[in-house]
Every structure is written in C-alpha cells, then in structure tokens.
Antibody, heavy 121, light 108 residues
Framework: EVQLVESGGGLVQPGGSLRLSCAAS????????MSWVRQAPGKGLEWVSG????????YYADSVKGRLTISRDNSKNMMHLQMSSLRVEDTAVYYC??????????????WGQGTMVTVSS | EIVLTQSPGTLSLSPGERATLSCRAS???????LAWYQQKPGQAPRLLIY???SRATGIPDRFSGSGSGTDFTLTISSLEPEDFAVYHC?????????FGGGTKVEIK
C-alpha cells in the first residue's frame, strides 16, 4: 500500500524552529518528486515547497523562501522540512504529498494525513 | 504567480442533482497541469482529476473535468451523499504551483 506518514508537528513560539518528517512506503521513493502543502485553519491549500526525486532541485513558495528548507534521504525513504524563524501565519496543517508522474511536478496523487504546526506565544 | 479563482464559493444542491464548479486562471494554464481535488472535513485532499480531464485511479465516472486556457470546469453528473465536500483546483506552471480558494458543495 502506498503511504505517506508525517511527524514532527507541535507548538512553537514565534521565531522558533521545527523539523517535519515524512515517511514514504509502497512505491519507489527516489523516482518521484515530493512536496509539502499546508492548510491554515479554515483556509484553502497552499503549496509550500517541492523537491526532485534525486534531491538535486528544490522549490519554494515566496512566502517561505529563506526560512524553510526541504530535503530528502532516499536511502531511508524520508523527506524533511526544516522550519525556522517561524511566524504566527505559518500555523497550519502540513501535508506531505507525492507527485503523480515520475520525477516531474504536476498533480498530487498521494497525501499524508497531515501534521499540525501551531506558532503561538 | 498564476492566481486561480474558484466559483461559486458555496454550491447548495440536493443528492441526484448536477454540480458544475468553475476554476478560472489569471493567465493561461497548460491543460497538462490542471488538477482537481476533493477534501472532506478532517481529511487530506484526494486527487480526482489530473491533466484537466483524466480521472485518477478509482474515481467514479460521475466526476469529469474539462476546459483549457484560463477556464476549467469540474462536473459531478449526479451528486451522491458522499460527494458533499470541498473541491480545490490546482495548477503547475513555470511561475510555480498554486491552488484555488475552494468550492464547498453542501446539501440543500
């Protein structure tokens, strides 16, 4: 079964840091670009960051550039999102998502259950 | 950045009725990179349509997608009770990846 499981969310103060992880199983992880998508409470979906299958190319939304760093470890089928200088507006459920086509960006066919990040003093 | 505007914000319909959801882009979008998702409360989104008109695996044929350029449509031919949810469109282009604000389909 193809599955993505996120972990690492929690409560953090403004200006703080957090590291999210996504464990993948059931598919050849290294063949697929991956992404993080977030959803603030009661709001729509917002793409945050993406990474190519090899990890050699990374992509960021302007709203998070310079504060979030995406990475992956293909030997462990894991993806990470290092979050720093967090702001109240970063509060959201963060989803790990797999792109539908091999090593290209496009639609997301598999999503994790999400992990909640709350930035508050 | 391409802005996607979904309309209406909320659609109130009865089971068995036809639902027509719109997604309009601020610039032309390649049809290869227009997708639709369904999201129910407390759940992750589920891919319905990719490439503007291709149904994802396991998606019933009452869901169909159409459109090109800046205007795209998701149609649900006859609403089932499980179809009441929020629907999101999404595009990927050279200027990045964006989602629309969503359309809620609620029971009338």
């Amino acid at each position: 079964e193809v599955q993505l499981v996120e972990s690492g969310g929690g409560l953090v103060q403004p200006g703080g840091s957090l590291r999210l992880s996504c464990a993948a199983s059931g598919f050849t992880f290294s063949r697929y670009a991956m992404s993080w998508v977030r959803q603030a409470p009661g709001k729509g979906l917002e793409w945050v960051s993406g990474i190519s299958g090899s990890g050699g190319s990374t992509y960021y939304a302007d709203s998070v550039k310079g504060r979030l760093t995406i990475s992956r470890d293909n030997s462990k089928n894991m993806m990470h999102l290092q979050m720093s200088s967090l702001r109240v507006e970063d509060t959201a459920v963060y989803y790990c998502a797999k792109f539908e086509a091999a090593d290209t960006l496009g639609a997301f066919d598999i999503w994790g259950q999400g992990t909640m990040v709350t930035v508050s003093s | 950045e391409i802005v996607l505007t979904q309309s209406p914000g909320t659609l109130s319909l009865s089971p068995g009725e036809r639902a027509t959801l719109s997604c309009r882009a601020s610039q032309s979008v390649s049809s290869s990179y227009l997708a639709w998702y369904q999201q129910k409360p407390g759940q992750a989104p589920r891919l319905l349509i990719y490439g503007a008109s291709s149904r994802a695996t396991g998606i019933p044929d009452r869901f169909s997608g159409s459109g090109s350029g800046t205007d795209f449509t998701l149609t649900i031919s006859s609403l089932e009770p499980e179809d009441f949810a929020v629907y999101h469109c999404q595009q990927y282009g050279t200027s990045g990846l964006t989602f629309g604000g969503g359309t809620k389909v609620e029971i009338k």
